[in-house]
């Protein structure tokens, strides 16, 4: 393609400019990050996706966000703990990637990012299942889990306070293992730093990482894994 | 297997116990982190580990643990740049992934830490690729190579600085990006942090992370997604 | 001018000290930092400045400061996104810069930082345009704008996130580029810190930096810049 | 004991004021803290320390503190992987405390701290033991030793890189465990401030933790609980 | 017990693992950390645990988890100042612990994280008591407390700002002290920073430390010292 | 006096043990924090202080702190802007120290530092004065106010921002200068943190610091200052 | 040009991708940064870049690096203070700027960051002057020169320490005020932090930032603004 | 005096401005900080200080620095522990200040700093004395001085590690205190930051604090102190 072939495909609206040559190179549309934008930018930009591709994933969807998106596309699927809306296309898409993607969870308190991802995850067209609240305090519940774990081609590790989990996953499987650091925590966890950290040094090799509360980008990594051809 | 049939695959030397259970867990032996270790105790782990598997891959090598491999394992290969040390299996292995990791640098200075990950890649059965010295400061060398971007299975993306270059290639294509923060750098780049945080915070999305200056890790990421069944 | 003569430029209120030399050093009138202020000193400072040159810049200005200055000055131009407030002098200014001020936004939710270095430089005689949602990780939307690019007599560039976007710009071109970090983005941003690091450490060389979300100073930068004689 | 009385027990050299009260409120001497002190000074010291005690125990000894303690104390223990220097008194004291102080180590790196706190707890009149390189990367190193943890009256943790151990340890037993952070990493593990973030957020109840490479600290502290009476 | 018996101890919830394994592991159940969960989880969890055990304790509490549980359970103990609920086992257990657990606070501020260590040292079977208000500026308010100081088995000293007071404790006493560092503060005590670096450096052997704010980590800690067999 | 004597002047409530020895080892009353109180434990301190000294001074007291103040202390002196309540004996004592104490600020916005500041030093006996807005943007707006500069005995300058000014007064004056940094800024002014370290790393000599926003502080130290005999 | 044109200009050694199209993006070669690079790899750019265009700049030259270039071009100019090297095209080229560029330092310790400024402006066809040691705390020494000051059409100020001359200097002029911090201090200077933070936060307006110690940057910034048309 | 005046005592050499008004303004000549400064630089300052006023002193003096300072003037005082040379008026001067600066140290380590500070103060006309090695964690060793405390006129407390000790000596005395954080220590103290946060967060009210081991600014601010008229 030319250089005017791929402008003509940015569209300009006063406070955006939507790429719609991404499909081709990142496998999917634009991702709405909500935060920072108003609720009729938010709307106007969805309405310009679903016109363009018959579906949007908005993330960081605040209340106002989710009943702007709610009352104007009332068959969107809008997940309260996740703040995140997804319109799927109709009919839906059956998943496409190779395998499971396993979203695992430390503690109750880590299910918002582990909800983000796991909506992200099946509307980037992936097989997404749950494993919650096996923190390594009582290892026991994670290793009684231990088949699960190695039947996922791609493993999401969601974890808070001393992020220790992806480094014990780390250990028991080959797959790839992504680590999610979440802000729970109080004091010295430094809103999600101290499990980021702990992630980065991990003793287990060939731990990837995101940002703090990423479960958007988690499950985009992993959907590029997944999706591997 | 039972706890005692795993108690019995690990070996206890005075200062180390070596896990040869790791095959079955992780695909690949033990991988020997010299830093803070005797060159003698670095000796000591690599014969074990050549008794059991027929090979080793020592990281972290200063001068004085690769002289001592080298003395020791004649054959062996010592990247100097990368610090590295690895004795190949005799005969040599094929590589068994499923596709190409390319590994990409920002910039000459970034040259040892992509040392580290090609070596490690290719002692884990990966097929290696290096695009040298394609920051973002001059776009056009970048942009200039997009095809080969877009024939990798897996990318290593190698930078310091600013860190910006994951990102960009990030958009760039479909497959999965690995991004690496090199120390290189001063003032207000603390050792790598800065481009540290840019990755962590990259707008590319599914982009994932590992340690500053942790070739290793990125490769041995690389090699479990590209080992992916 | 005798140390006397700049001595009575200056006007004691209770609780401020208002320089009326200012005009000779910096070719323009003190600004008003909103913040820490209350509405009624804000007012008060603004009817000294206005006698005094007959016009007033205030920027930070929260929802009081707004509804107060408003109410006092009903012809004053009130910019809700970007939180300032202009009473333009009667009849306007003409630009006297010597080129174009481009401010370059990488998404939408940088917009409110980009309006206050808008409306900032216009208040000092600065002819601007606005380039608005060009991040990175869709690099053609910037490639396509290359030439409104290399028309401007100094860019501003404004990027939270990982704050990539001034090395790529500051490749293309050769005038001054000015980068505004902003608190856009979440976790391990910092509230801008990431930003502003990537910035600083800028692989494009000639780049400057002002604080975090400080519109207001790259515009003033600008002004000094495009006033050079 | 009056003030003079105590006053009295305190003996002033020209560079130290030694404590000769501290038996009677600490149930030990002073330890000689070497770092910032010339080897004269610590050999003063420590002729003052055996003259009241028959006894000293010197920590953070650089190779001229240690030779010069050697030279004047031939009968010390000289511990150079722990940089410690222990005077038994004649004839050896019997440990007192009321179990086995148990040192764990997560890899062979971490083997300095835990040394100093190694022999820091027996010259306190503890029984140590030791249990090495059962990080959790590998997790069935540990597991295949709960019984050798259940049995320890007080548990030491040493740990560098991502610190996780200690949680995992506090998961499997009611003994009091102290988690020691080392500096052992790179990166983003600065200086082992990742690690001690870890242990202060850990997600197993009731681990505390001392200052980084505090080898000492700790198995002060591990004395302290095992001479409760 | 084979993994299998361990496995059927894990009551699996939809948004918990509730560990019926921990009283033979740690010497007690699982503590509900309610930060992050919804007062109907909180109300459950506890359910849950009265089902098998007779008792909960629930840390963390804020007003609206303290009325759900207060409302399921009339007879809980909720403690407004240290946010924490207790419903004790009926009849109430005696203390079992060898000695006294006694909580030593710098300043009146510093009382919520005391009023935690209190009732989760008391709900863990230990026998409590308060001094308080004692802090280094005025060292005479301590040191007529010495007596006091010297019966307890275990001291929990809770000090912001500079957080000197273990410092001092430490010196006073052979028994274990733990150190609690608190976010009471301003400027540059960052949210408790100041005060948990102070300790962490204490000049005084064998201090350990928690996290800020962690008056739940103290008690849990103590009680596993107090109740060293 | 005896250890006894002393512990008879320590009045011991439920949550506070007031100290009534201060007077004699510091000059002056305990001083009530009010942060982190409740307002009726802030008015039974100011009752007890009140009964045993005739005044009191509060700091940190905010909307509820002062009512409660205002209700039980009719005559008390309560100053919105500073947080801070005087009640004053009756009659007024007059100042004691040798000189005048000079309150500078760098601009309106550091006014309410400024005031505690002013409040602080009068309660303490010492005459007070204030000039206010000469940062060192406009460097002529301080050096017209250089006679005035050198007429004060103590000087304490509170500034935020960059924190420079006191760098330029104390290269003006012979007299002790006590910088006050405040959180007045944005972006990377991080609390107050810039000022703080500018004023820490002042090249002009001399010049000593408080924590952020603490001009309580500095006037506590102005005021022993200027009693010094 | 087209992609395959750009592409030409690219010329790949096997560490590094020479980008030959940089002078007509920039006005200017690429710059050496020495730091990482052998004098090796260092010497053979350099020598690409002077068959391309006749001369080098090589700045963070190290001493083996200057003895390198110096061994191979004996007619480059070394600045041992500034570790820089300026092989200058044959004739010699005149400043082609609209004006002055001044160098400003606050202190002698300053002049290596100052040097590598001043080398660069002057290679990039400056017209260069210096000023030096007129740090704020003897402030007179900076308003002597205040008319010096008046005359430059860029002005670097080079500070480290409090970092505060920036804003002093910026407040007398109207030209553009470009900001170095230097390593130059201790203890809380953090190798530069506190200067950058004092700059950034800057109370004169439009003052820009560079990295600490960049002179080259400051440089470069410098360089683009005096050759705005 | 007119600005005139004060332009012809700079004295400008080619790397410094020397400013001989400093002892008007400041009450003693410039002090020659040596630290980035050739040791002949120093030596020519020194001579132009000698010329002028017949003494210099300097501080942060390495190796190279004193043996060109003592090779110059065989008469000067060089203080090797402190790192300081002072050339004394000759005859020599008597103290002018009010009462006596006694400097308190906390331990042997921080020696160094507090010889800077007593050089200093000796330099700049006052009387000193040392108090050595008392800090807290033998609280009694510090108590049994409370006589001595009392009777200084400026108290400098010098503290590394926890930075505990200027808190109880600010709670025992009326005079002004002057605490100076040490670099002694490790791990979590870096290098200093843990006893300036402590220090900066003294619960002792009117405690000022300097950087990190600046005991010639500790000298300063006290000589300043006690030098007031």
Redesign the interface.
Known sequence: MT?DD??RL?ERL????L?H??PQ???HQ??I?C???TPS?VVEIAERLVAAGGEFLAT?AESDHREALRARFPSADVNELGRIVHLAPDPPTEPTG??LVLIVT??????PVAEEAAVTARALRNQVERL??????????L??QTDALRRA??IIVVAG????LP??V?????????AV?T????????????????????????????????G???A??A???N???
Chains 1, 2, 3, 4, 5, 6, 7, 8 share one sequence.
């Open positions: 250089t791929v402008a940015i006063s406070f955006a400019s790429d040559f991404r190179t990142q496998g634009e991702v990050f935060s920072g934008k930018q960081r190779r395998g430390a503690g109750t308190s880590d299910l919650t609240d096996v923190g390594v305090a009582g290892i026991h519940r290793l009684s081609a791609v306070m001393d992020g220790a480094s014990v780390g250990g028991l499987v080959r797959a790839p293992v992504i650091p802000s729970v925590g109080y004091g010295a966890s430094f809103g999600g730093v101290a499990a980021l950290l702990t992630m980065l040094n991990s003793c287990a090799s060939g731990i990837t990482v995101v940002n703090i509360d990423n958007f980008g988690a985009a990594a959907s590029r894994i999706h591997q051809p």
